[in-house]
């Protein structure tokens, strides 16, 4: 099965605070996983992205932390800002051999939003 | 400036019409894929092109259908337009083949919806 599924719908971060969104999948044969940003009126934006074969991955306030036993994959935004307020999609996809590669899978999007 | 332009960026049709939506993509970028995303849903696959030829389709039926262009630009066409097919659509774009989605740029869609 293709279904990535995220969670929470909506979040709602005080500035400077941590946003955690977290997202599981079921397709083992996925190898690629991307989170994007998108704000209203936007098409998505990679944000970052991760293989299975690392646990974590950080770029600046952005972290995804990886669990490949248990399928699942998360989020962080440390030092959350105003600014970070959209539409945050995680995303799987397999990146070679088969139909479907090269075929994004989304999850349904968290929309987070941070007060000053 | 992201290098995908989609056009109309919104467009109202009546339910059993049809529709083309256009898309043009940087020069080089002969990979494109279209997305279907409806409100507050993540995007959905509908097909990709790879030097003119489709090589991936998701779950949606023969009446959306694609063309892809030597000039790096591209159409998705919907025939007998139903109410559910209200959406955005989403371009996406790279350079070479669909093996590394790192390289994608979506445009800004076409927001349709059918009446």
């Known amino acids: 099965q293709q279904q990535v599924k995220q969670s929470p719908q909506s979040l709602i971060v005080q500035k400077g605070g941590i946003s955690i969104i977290n997202c599981a999948y079921e397709n083992t044969a996925f190898d690629y996983f991307p989170w994007y940003q998108q704000f209203p009126g936007k098409g998505p934006a990679l944000l970052i992205a991760?293989?299975?074969?690392?646990s974590e991955k950080k770029e600046g306030r952005f972290t995804i932390s990886f669990n490949k036993s248990a399928k699942q994959f998360s989020l962080h935004i440390m030092d959350s800002q105003p600014g970070d307020s959209a539409t945050y999609f995680c995303a799987a996809i397999r990146n070679a051999g088969g139909t479907s590669y090269g075929k994004l899978t989304f999850g349904q999007g968290t929309i987070l939003t941070v007060h000053p | 400036e992201t290098g995908v332009t989609q056009s109309p960026t919104h467009l109202i049709k009546t339910r059993g019409q049809q529709v083309t939506l256009r898309c043009s993509s940087q020069s080089g970028h002969n990979t494109v894929s279209w997305y279907q995303q409806a409100l507050g849903q993540g995007p959905q696959f509908i097909f990709q092109y790879y030097r003119e030829e489709e090589n991936g389709r998701g779950n949606f039926p023969p009446r959306f259908s694609g063309l892809q262009f030597p000039n790096y630009s591209s159409e998705l066409n919907v025939n007998a337009l139903e109410l559910d097919d209200s959406a955005l659509y989403l371009c996406?774009?790279?350079?070479?083949?669909?093996?590394?989605?790192?390289?994608?740029?979506f445009g800004s869609g076409t927001r349709l919806t059918v009446v």
């Open positions: 996406a774009s790279r350079r070479g083949q669909p093996l590394r989605v790192d390289g994608y740029t």
């Open positions: 991760i293989r299975p074969d690392v």
